[in-house]
């Protein structure tokens, strides 16, 4: 892995994380779904990875690399600040612009109804699954294998649950279990173009390092206020999302110290 430039290693780290997408939407295929409770603990636990990696695996790499920047002791805080909000201001905008559907809420954005309904709900996990991507890039960009791995491994077990989600509600809308898993896996595949670019912007100027971490940081963390935190409250089961949530970050903090 030593060999591989940090170009490639986003590539290849933001791939395997996506591909997970499919690897969790396997049961659809051979019948057995799960109960929504057990689906809403898997999406806590999502949106706990997620929560420790925005924080663990970028805020604060993003103000170490900050701090050597610049002079005044307040900078480096304040141009992570600014990046994380400017990530949930980016991700906010695409939720407005792109015609999209969620599973839970519905049609969201400009009105589309030329468009059809499968790639309604593939824009929505489309505008989800992108950051995710941009993150892991950003971490192979800047620290090479050893910052890229705890996010890859992170996110590509958070991408299992959200598979597994896209795919049974497909089914619920009249799709076959085959169709409805080959665009659960559709989905995930925008990840290794988000990691291409993370890596690539971070591989090209070193200064813009602190606010590409901190702006993938912010648009995972809207994602996780936004879609995930709140689909799996919509139906009850908001303690048992709570215990996946706590399950989800702790065990991204063992893996983030542990494998970083």
Known sequence: MDTLSPLMLGFLGSLAAGSMTAVGAVPVLFGRIPSRAMRDLSLGFAAGVMLAASFFSLIIPALDAAEPQYQNSAAPAAVVCVSILLGMGAVAWLNERLPHEHFSTGREGPEAASLRRVWLFIIAITI????????????FGANGFSGGMPLALGIGLQNAPEGLAVAVALLGEGYDKRRAWAIAAMTGMVEPVGGLIGAGIITLSQPLLPWGLAFAAGA????????????????????????????GLVLMLFLDVWLG
Do not use: C, W
């Open 128 to 139: 989800h699954n992108f950051p995710e991507g941009l993150a892991v890039g950003v971490g």
């Open 220 to 247: 995972m963390l809207f994602v996780i206020s936004h879609e995930i935190i709140p689909e799996t409250h919509r139906s009850g089961h908001q303690n048992k999302a709570t215990l996946g949530l706590s399950i």
